[in-house]
């Protein structure tokens, strides 16, 4: 399997593996206080 530069692919980014990451990654952020306070852009 070919690189990216500075990223490794030892587990192949199918469809299982993204779907794992995704989640991985949701339930980092999740877990944080993450609240944006101001912003343009919200109501």
Known sequence: M????GL???Y???EANLK???DE???YWRSRDT???NSVFTI
């Open 2 to 5: 070919s690189r990216i530069a």
């Open 8 to 10: 490794p692919t030892t």
């Open 12 to 14: 192949p980014l199918n």
């Open 20 to 22: 794992r990451l995704w």
């Open 25 to 27: 990654v949701d339930r």
């Open 35 to 37: 609240v944006l306070e």
